[in-house]
C-alpha cells in the first residue's frame, strides 16, 4: 500500500532518538544484506559499526535527518565530513559524506529515501560542499540505481572485507558534484 505522504515529515533528530535510531539501522541492514554474510559476520558488523554506543557517537559528530510518520520512524539519512583516511585520494575540508540512507525494508519504493536525500542535500553542511562522497557496495544494485538517478556519479573503488576479513568485492566510491546540486 502506498502511504499517504502527507504524513511523512523529515526532521532533524535529537538525542532522545538514539536508541530507535540504532535499532532501524539494524533491522534495516538485516532485512538488506542479512542473507549476503555468515551469521558471524554480520553479528561483528552490528556490533562494530550499528551499536547504540556507536550511534551515540554518530549523533555527537554528524547530521542526522529522520522520516517520521506519527506513528513510527520509517527512515534516516546521516551526513557528515568526508575524512580523509576513508578515501584514496585527496579529501579537502569543504567535501561532505552521506555516511548512510536507511529505509525500513516496507517502506522502500515508496519515495521516503529520494524526500531524505533531497532533504540530506539542502543541509547548509551539504549546500557549502564542493563534493558530497559515499559508498556503495557494488552488489547493493538498487542502491546504486538510486545514486546514480540522482546525479552521483562513480570515482573510485575499495576493497570491501567483512569483519572476518572475507573479500566480498568492492565499495564503490560515488560523487555528487556542487555544479549538481539543486
Ligand atoms: C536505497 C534506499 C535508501 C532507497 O530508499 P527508498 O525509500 O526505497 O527510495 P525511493 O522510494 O525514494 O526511490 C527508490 C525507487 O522507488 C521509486 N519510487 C519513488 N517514489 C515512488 C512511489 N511513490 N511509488 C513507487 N515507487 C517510487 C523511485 O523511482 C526509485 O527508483 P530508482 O531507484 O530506480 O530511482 C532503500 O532502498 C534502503 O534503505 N535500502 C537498504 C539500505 C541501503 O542499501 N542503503 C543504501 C546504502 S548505505
Redesign the pocket.
Known sequence: M?PD?TEIGIRRAVASDLEPLAALARK??V??FGRSFSASDLKAHLKKNLSDERFAEFLREDVFLIAQSPAEMI?FAQIGPAKAEDYPFGIGRDDQELR??????Q???????????EAALRIPASAAARRIF?D??EE?V??R??YE??DFKLCGKRAFRTESGTATGFDLIMVRLKSAQP
Open positions: 502506498v505522504k534495516t541492514y532485512d538488506a527512515g548512510r540512507i536507511y529505509v525500513l525494508k517502506r522502500q519504493g515508496q519515495g521516503v529515501g529520494g524526500a531524505l536525500l559515499l556503495v557496495w547493493n538498487s542502491a540505481r538510486f538517478r540522482r
